[in-house]
């Protein structure tokens, strides 16, 4: 989830929010990857989830992270809820999952670097006090009621509002991980044809890194159940998207949707006030009533856009969201498999092209069908591995033609980021596919198991 943000001045006309979105529009040599991943802490002893405060908890493994490796400690009435180096940040999803947001790179080289050293420290410090971290897109055994709520004000607002829209809210909050990637665009038209392909093809990455098959301590009928939560979580702000695909879509129509949005909060002198339901529309005429009479921010505007929560969302770049926490390879695979899609225009112009015939319904069918299925997903005589198949193809042939080196010139390119995916393609097995079959093989259905096998 998002930290507060800052800077910006009051909105006295209204295509300030439009631009404020064009405002991230960036000539091709600036463009840069952001990486974010999320993966759960458990007692090692136990397997039980971590909790806030203790001498095994959240608290202490970002202790240990501010006092050995130097970051910069974030609170917020007085609880350190986070931490800041060189432009990347370590932060607190609500149920306690420990979330990378990685500084703004140029390779994913670079990238991968980045998360084998966060790995590395979190490792360090957890191994000391007894605790471990592994990648799942789902809690496998842990209840809700298990799950601490993380002492931040948002999530304190979030959770009672997500008990009263949707079913599955406060799962989605307390009890999956995600790995996103969030990438740049130079002009309007290529945000609106990148967004597109985006939306249309996340359920691509959803089987392709499909990873939450337990909840409950069993299996649950879904490859990833991590998406399935999502689907039935506040339809005014998650979803498809099917407008995006309409003619005349640009910033300003991303305005009007993210408008008739709900509001979460207002953030004033280091607390959230409650605005639950409270219309951003009427917080523009001075009529909010959580603030009466004061008008909003550039930086309120920005705090709400992290409130809406698509399978892919703009801000002042743009965020893939479709894929499960998972293993360290995937979460290397998921920047290359993006910014191979995205990052050359030859590339882009062929994951177009694959997609660009797909109503509303059939994209909404393949998003379904991959939380089931995975890559055994069929839709409308669509088959997933066939057009996984052809998009990892197009990303590595992006990656290819951006010639981005590592190692010191070394290694070529980034394409071999893809291997794991690659492999998928050729086996029609991910993630989920391997736990299914430990589970009904050598784990004889104990999902602890998972814990010894998989943790990083």
């Known amino acids: 989830m998002s930290i507060p943000q800052s800077g910006g001045g009051p909105i006295e006309r209204h295509e300030q929010m439009a631009e404020y979105l064009a405002a991230g529009c960036k000539p091709k040599d600036q463009w840069r990857i952001g990486t974010e991943h999320e993966k759960f802490g458990y007692c090692k002893d136990t397997l039980a989830p971590l909790p806030y405060e203790g001498e095994r908890s959240i608290h202490a493994v970002l202790s240990g992270l501010r006092d050995q490796f130097g970051w910069a400690p974030v609170e917020e009435s007085g609880h350190l809820i986070g931490l800041e180096k060189d432009g990347a940040n370590v932060s607190l999803e609500p149920g306690g999952q420990l979330e990378l947001s990685g500084a703004p790179l140029e390779t994913i080289h670079e990238t991968c670097d980045e998360v084998n050293d966060h790995l590395a420290q ?23 009621d298990q799950m601490p709520l993380m002492p931040k004000g948002r999530y304190k607002l979030m959770d009672g509002y997500m008990r009263k829209v949707g079913t599955m809210g406060v799962d989605m909050m307390r009890r999956t991980c ?143 969201r479709g894929a499960d926490g998972g293993p360290w390879r995937r979460l290397c695979a998921l920047p290359a498999f993006w910014v191979g899609l ?77 291997n794991a995916l690659t492999e998928s393609v050729e086996s029609g097995q991910v993630p989920a596919d391997d736990l299914i079959a430990r589970y009904h093989g050598e784990w004889n259905g104990d999902v602890t198991s998972v814990f010894d096998e998989y943790s990083y």
């Not at 490792?123 to 209840?143: E, M, N, Q, T, Y």
């Open 122 to 144: 979190v490792k360090a410090v957890a191994d000391r006090i007894g605790v471990g971290f592994i990648g799942l897109g789902a809690a496998p055994h842990w209840s809700h």
């Open 178 to 320: 995600t790995v996103q990637v969030n990438l740049d665009f130079a002009s309007e038209a290529d945000m609106v044809k990148k967004l597109r392909v985006a939306i249309a093809l996340q359920p691509v990455a959803t089987a392709l890194f499909a990873n939450s098959p337990f909840l409950d301590g069993k299996l649950n009928g879904h490859k990833s159940w991590r998406s399935r939560v999502w689907r039935d979580l506040d339809a005014d702000r998650t979803g498809m998207l099917p407008f995006v695909f309409e003619d005349g879509f640009g910033f300003e129509r991303w305005v009007d949707y993210a408008l008739d949005v709900p509001m979460y909060f207002v953030y004033r002198d280091g607390r959230y006030i409650d605005a639950l339901g409270q219309s951003f529309r009427d917080f523009l005429k001075g009529e909010l009533p959580a603030l009466p009479g004061e008008r909003p921010t550039l930086s309120d505007w920005a705090d709400h856009l992290t409130t809406i929560f698509p399978e892919a969302r703009i801000k002042k770049f743009i965020e893939m």
């Open 342 to 418: 995205t990052y050359d225009q030859t590339a882009l112009d062929a994951a177009w092209d694959v997609c660009r015939t797909w109503d509303a319904e059939t994209r909404e069918a393949l998003r379904v069908a991959a939380s089931v299925d995975g890559l055994q997903a069929k839709v409308a005589g669509l088959r997933m591995e066939e057009i996984a198949a052809e998009c990892v193809e197009i990303a590595g042939a992006g990656l290819k033609a951006r010639s981005r080196m590592g190692a010191g010139g070394m290694i070529p390119d980034e394409t071999h980021f893809l």
